[in-house]
Nanobody
Framework: QVQLVESGGGLVQAGGSLRLACAASGGTFSISSMAWFRQGPGKEREVVASIIWSSGMPSYSDSVKGRFTISKADAKNTVYLHMNTLKPEDTAVYYC?????????????WGQGTPVTVSS
């Protein structure tokens, strides 16, 4: 069974930076894409960045474009979210999501979430 485990959240002042990591593990699998979502207080979950695993092509939501960078480490099956110039409105629980083939089936997997709090 594939598992996604996030790390790196925490408390940071506005203008600061954090790096989130999400590692996939659990047997033999293939990754098609991975993405970072977030859910702020009283808000719906939204995608902030995604990456195509084979090409490394990223995409970003308008709200984080130019401030966040998604990257990957193939050998570690890990995706990162580098967050710079953080704003209080970036406060949320951040989740990673993976489109992963485990055996014969493609499935969507989610991590447990890591909280990010940006103080003003």
């Amino acid at each position: 069974q594939v598992q996604l485990v996030e790390s790196g959240g925490g408390l940071v002042q506005a203008g600061g930076s954090l790096r989130l990591a999400c590692a996939a593990s659990g047997g033999t699998f293939s990754i098609s894409s991975m993405a970072w979502f977030r859910q702020g207080p009283g808000k719906e979950r939204e995608v902030v960045a995604s990456i195509i695993w084979s090409s490394g092509m990223p995409s970003y939501s308008d709200s984080v474009k130019g401030r966040f960078t998604i990257s990957k480490a193939d050998a570690k099956n890990t995706v990162y979210l580098h967050m710079n110039t953080l704003k209080p409105e970036d406060t949320a629980v951040y989740y990673c999501q993976g489109a992963i083939q485990d055996g014969r089936m493609w499935s969507t997997y989610w991590g447990q979430g890591t909280p990010v709090t940006v103080s003003s």
